[in-house]
Structure formats: C-alpha cells, structure tokens
C-alpha cells in the first residue's frame, strides 16, 4: 500500500509563492496534484512521471505552477508562484503505479489527505 502525505499549505497574499510537498510511503509511479473547492468537482493541477522527466500541467497553472520530485527522499513537490485567489482549493497529492502522465483523478488509486491553499486578495 501506497501512503501519502501533504504538507506546506497555508494563508498567503495574491503574488504570493508556496511550496507543497507530499511524502510517500511505499512505491510509487506517476505522481500527481488535484485540487478541490466547495460545491466543485476535484481540478487537475500538475503531474509528473516517475522518473521526473515528464511533467503535465493545468492550462490555468502553466508557467506559475513547477512540479518536481526527489525519489531519493520519495517526496514530490508543487512550487506555486504568483498565486492568485482562484487558487485557493484543498489540494492533494495522487499516486499510480503506472508511469505514464495522467490528468484524470480515476486513474490514481492513492491519496493523500490534503492541505489547505488560501490565497487572499
């Protein structure tokens, strides 16, 4: 069984960065992040594949938004700059044992527990 940890959520203002990570347990493929806001179904963010050297993104997220991963550490990480309010979502961390690039959340069978982003105007 795959176990997974977000951590680094928090309040921060418009312009502001955040850094994200998710610790795992077990063996993991492709990695993901998703987020979700009351009332809205869960939105694909980013994902990355297992050895890091392909990554997917949300249109509303390229070029603000850095998915990278530390296998060593068995850790991956959602860099997140220039965050706007829109932002503002539980996010969680999603894992696979497929390799592969994924933007659809049935396709991850693990899941974290999820963090809190609340970015302020």
């Known amino acids: 069984q795959v176990q997974l940890v977000e951590s680094g959520g928090g309040l921060v203002q418009a312009g502001d960065s955040l850094r994200l990570s998710c610790a795992a347990s077990?063996?993991?493929?492709?990695m993901g992040w998703f987020r979700q806001t009351p009332g809205k179904e869960r939105e694909f963010v980013a994902a990355?594949?297992?050895?890091?050297?392909?990554?997917d993104y949300a249109d509303s997220v390229k070029g603000r938004f850095t998915i990278s991963r530390d296998n060593a550490k068995n850790t991956v990480y959602l860099q997140m700059k220039s965050l706007k309010p829109e932002d503002t979502a539980v996010y969680y961390c999603?894992?696979?044992?497929?390799?592969?690039?994924?933007?659809?959340?049935?396709?991850?069978?693990?899941w974290g527990q999820g963090t809190q982003v609340t970015v302020s105007s």
């Open positions: 990355i594949t297992r050895s890091g050297g392909s990554t």
């Open positions: 999603a894992a696979r044992l497929g390799v592969g690039l994924d933007s659809d959340d049935r396709a991850y069978p693990y």
């Open positions: 077990g063996r993991t493929g492709t």
